[in-house]
């Protein structure tokens, strides 16, 4: 480990504290419907978008109508990019002649960018058209992430009011959250990244003359356009095989750094958000803190690692840190800290391959995602899920005083209690029940590259990423067969929307209370005792994925390589 590697990271994690306050306030004058600076320009497409749809911005839905009009929504725009990819053969835009996708794959596909997962078990420039990126996946990387946000608003919306039977507008919010924040943002970014060196074309392939005198065909196409909101909107498929790890998608240093911060910014900003929300942001910055320790433990164990490189190479008298599977351009620190944001924040993008990293450095990714994608999380959904961690929380310091659980003035009881745990015990159920399942069926044994431990590392890293609807792969999983894109497509879809569900039916039911006004008796939610109580809920919770998954996972594949050295 170097000054310049902790340089890089403490200084990643201050100036994202000093963007929390500037975002969440933008973020809040969402969540409140009020005019922004650029209603000037976009209040006449919102108000034609209403208008075209039939919609009134100011009706409001009950929890029911608002799952409901969320998830039909969902369906459609997924059954929209199933066909879009499937006849990818016939539609325009499409330079390379690129075949329609195979039914299972297109199946996969579709679900995967619908639930902000962007699994990818194809390599971009070689099986997507331009028509394909833009028109089936870019749009989903806009719409998954905002109805992300759309539900947090509504979760917010469930704590902050009194004998409500409303929590939104669910057209409206998505519509505000796409004009005034995504949308905008990621044309400023997609013209960073084109200054920085990132194709922005219509093109399909360019034949140059490389150094050796060789005739060489590089792919090209509309990847600023894509990368951007693929960032932004913690998405994370990328327009290319090799992800952010390409130079055409990450070519620089200052490129990866702003991938970096845009990735968790607009997750940061809504802990500040949610505490304006409530009344009391002092509640945002504690939920922040929480996130922040736990992203920053991780941190320090993947960097200490590949820091310290592979022991078993040390014993042959190889040293150094591991820089298999990494861009010289990036680095260690910079590979290390990518690999901890990308699995916290639920993006799934890589500028390295996770597969190559040491056994526990690849382990701080896993466990990230079994902690349910909360440390950061996706736009939107790591805050909802962190909620549902505070909730089981407060209900646990609650039985430790006995007195009635509350939250930021809300009792909370036992539907409440019960709706959490439904939510939160969807990931272990899926992750361990799946990989269970191919870990003996010869259809799953058929796709690890490796055998032993770290092939069934392989595994369970596929399913803990697609229930977890991170998207990142160990990559050493052949997962483009009928088996793999059929489980994994349907792991994604229970893992989005079987959380979801049940989060929306707590708002309703926070909403419908009365607000309860703190006393002398109520546990306290701002302070260090409560921070340290939500780490320890949320490790412990985490455990029950963790420590079965990791039997013969990781911590077998390091205890392989310490005995290596040893022998």
């Not at 805050?383 to 039985?399: D, E, M, S, T």
Request: proline content about 4%; hydrophobic content about 50%; charged content about 10%.
């Amino acid at each position: 480990m170097t000054f310049q590697g902790w340089f890089l990271i403490l200084g990643f994690v201050a100036i994202l504290l000093a963007l929390t306050k500037p975002v969440g306030v933008w973020l809040f004058t969402l969540y409140e419907g009020r005019r922004t600076p650029l209603h000037i320009v976009l209040g006449p497409v919102e108000r034609g978008f209403y208008k075209l749809a039939g919609i009134d911005p100011d009706s409001e839905q009950g929890w029911r109508r608002y799952a409901l009009h969320m998830l039909l929504f969902n369906v459609a725009l997924m059954a929209f990019t199933y066909a879009v990819l499937r006849l990818q053969g016939v539609l325009p835009g499409n330079p390379q002649g690129l075949a329609g996708l195979s039914p299972n794959l297109a199946f996969n596909t579709a679900i995967s960018f619908t639930t902000n997962t962007n699994w990818q078990s194809y390599g971009g420039e070689s099986t997507m058209s331009n028509l394909s990126q833009m028109l089936g996946l870019t749009i989903h990387n806009f719409l998954s992430a905002a109805t992300g946000i759309a539900l947090a608003f509504a979760l917010f919306r469930g704590f902050a009011r009194r004998r409500s039977k409303a929590i939104g507008n669910f057209w409206a919010d998505m519509t505000r959250v796409t004009l005034y924040i995504l949308l905008p943002i990621s044309i400023v970014y997609a013209l960073f990244l084109i200054a920085s060196g990132v194709p922005q074309t219509m093109a399909g392939v360019v034949d140059v003359q490389t150094l050796e005198g060789a005739k060489q065909s590089l792919l090209l196409g509309p990847v600023a356009s894509q990368e951007a909101i693929k960032m932004l909107g913690t998405n994370g498929g990328g327009f290319f095989n090799a992800n952010s790890a390409h130079p055409f998608e990450n070519p620089t240093a200052l490129t990866n750094l702003v991938q970096m911060l845009s990735i968790f910014l607009i997750g940061f900003g809504l802990t500040w958000t949610f505490g304006k929300a409530v009344g009391n942001t002092k509640q945002g910055w504690a939920i922040l803190s929480a996130m922040v320790i736990l992203f920053l433990a991780g941190v320090t164990v993947t960097y200490w690692q590949e820091a310290a490189g592979n022991p078993v190479l040390q014993h042959l008298g190889v040293t150094g840190g591991n820089m298999e599977g990494k861009e010289v351009r990036f680095g260690i620190a910079a590979s290390a800290l990518f690999s901890v944001v990308t699995t916290a924040a639920s993006c799934g993008a890589v500028n390295s391959m996770h597969d190559s990293f040491t056994a526990l450095g690849g382990l701080v990714p896993l466990f990230n995602m079994q902690l349910g994608e909360v440390v950061i999380g996706g736009v939107g959904a790591g805050i909802y899920g962190f909620l549902l961690f505070a909730i089981l929380a407060v209900f646990v310091a609650g039985l430790m005083v006995g007195r009635t659980p509350e939250y930021v003035g809300k009792k909370i009881e036992s539907r409440e209690v019960k709706l959490a745990v439904l939510a939160i015990a969807v990931l272990p159920l899926m992750i361990l029940g799946l990989t269970a399942l191919s870990s003996v069926l010869q259809q799953g044994l058929a796709g690890p590259l490796n055998k032993g431990p770290h092939g069934f590392s392989e595994i369970l890293y596929a399913f803990t990423s697609a229930v977890a609807n991170n998207g990142s792969a160990f990559a050493g999983l052949t997962a483009n067969t009928p088996y793999y894109n059929g489980l994994l497509g349907v792991a994604m879809w229970v893992g989005r929307f079987f959380i979801i569900v049940p989060m929306l039916a707590i708002a309703g039911s926070l909403a419908a209370k009365k607000y309860t006004p703190e006393s002398a008796g109520s546990f306290p939610t701002t302070g260090g005792l409560w921070v340290g109580l939500l780490v320890g809920i949320i490790l412990i919770l985490g455990g029950l994925t963790f420590l079965p998954g990791l039997a013969l996972g990781p911590i077998a594949d390091h205890l392989a390589m310490i005995s290596g050295k040893l022998s």
